[in-house]
């Protein structure tokens, strides 16, 4: 068991799988935290109190506590990303606990962080409204695209130049909106043009989890109104060309 000092948001495993890194939120005088974790390989003892404790710092202008929402190892374990719930991204070394970089991907909460298979692409969803594609090497923004309700998730297609985006309505105001008017569907949009082309309606509440299958022929939904909806793509979609817009 791995006590932590407030609730924990998030966790990660790292490359070799004998360490892994946790986020958690503030709690009573304690901040927001990362936390580090070895546990080595064919070991059953071992100890249960972090190896680095990383600090996280308030936010610079409203001088309030800021919580992470989601914690990723890059590749090579060179540094973990951790996305935050005021839009920032930030850097830190796994080692010394430093801060290597930060900057404002979004202008409000970053509910989801999704890389693609070769993590050189990681894409991110946010209650701004939009889901963004960076450059997992330089950081570089690539892309943005758009839609009129939160996104909680965000997926790229390993088969297809696609985006698979998913969101709706706040939960809270559920009970009295209609599917139609809440927009609960998954949304498709164009990996390079960015524009959407397709949406998948199904769920009666916001989409709170997609995931693609490896081999690019289903992909799963999960919603608030509890279901799980697994969809297999027909061969219209699996045959179809990517137009170069006008």
Known sequence: TFVHRGPVRGAAWAEGAQTFATISDPFVNHPACISVYDVPEGSREFDDSPQLVIDLPKDAVTNKSVNPTNIVWMPLNEALMVTFDNGMIKLYDPVSGDEMEEWAAHEKKINRIYFNKEKTLFIT?????????????????????????PVNDAVISETKDHILLGGGQEAMSVTTTSGKVGKFET??????????????????GPINALAIAPNGLSYASGAEDGYVRLHFFDKSYLDMKDPVPE
């Open 125 to 149: 969803s946010s209650a701004d409204f939009s889901a963004k594609l960076f450059d997992a090497v330089d950081f570089k923004h690539l892309k943005t695209y758009k839609t009129d309700r």
């Open 187 to 204: 949304r498709f949009f164009h990996l390079v043009y960015e524009e959407e082309f397709g949406i998948v309606k199904g769920h009666f």
